[in-house]
């Protein structure tokens, strides 16, 4: 008897210590992480809108018109193509986007970045097919009060619906969405 509870003994502790083992072992954090922003009139009301984005890090480097190539389609974050969902129409421009998912790309210039919004989802950030436009809007670029490390968005509440602020390192871009009324 005492040789069974012994072995039933050493095969739970075998059990456990292995499983405890395994399930430590995680990847490395992704020098670029994914975040989110979330756009709501406040925080007790239904969302807007939605963007799910990775933020790589400036490390030094210069951005805009050398990593960032200016004239050029940029995934707008790394890795995975920037993600947006809509949960109300909301119109940027004169077109109305309907609820669903979309891809933002970007067309960094110096001083103006033609941003698009893509119907292509759940596409690695380098995947871009023009016909897929749903619209393009020409902003200005802004000088940010001051720099960011890393590539952030935020939701700026307004009015009549929200703007999506697009920052990293000394400038950042706004993109209006309204209401549809």
């Known amino acids: 008897m005492k040789s069974l509870f012994t072995i039933l003994l050493f095969t739970a502790i075998t059990a456990f210590s292995t499983n405890t083992v395994q399930s430590q072992t995680f990847p490395k954090m992704d020098t670029s992480p994914m975040d989110l922003a979330m756009a709501r009139a406040d925080r007790n009301t239904p969302p807007i809108a939605?963007?799910?984005?990775?933020?790589p890090q400036k490390k030094g480097r210069e951005i805009f018109g050398e990593l960032v190539p200016y004239g050029k389609v940029w995934r707008t974050g790394a890795n995975e193509a920037t993600e947006l969902t809509i949960y109300e129409p909301l119109k940027v421009n004169s077109t109305v986007l309907q609820p669903g998912?979309?891809?933002i790309y970007t067309i960094p210039e110096e001083d103006m970045w033609t941003v698009i919004i893509n119907k292509n989802t759940n596409v690695w950030g380098t995947i871009y097919n023009k016909e897929n436009d749903v619209v393009r809007m020409d902003t200005p670029v802004r000088k940010a009060a001051a720099?960011?490390?890393s590539l952030s968005m935020v939701f700026r509440p307004e009015t009549e619906g929200t703007t999506l602020m697009i920052g990293w390192d000394k400038t950042y871009v706004e993109i209006p969405f309204n209401k549809v009324n």
């Open 50 to 55: 939605r963007v799910i984005y990775s933020r």
């Open 101 to 103: 998912t979309y891809t």
């Open 147 to 149: 720099p960011a490390e």
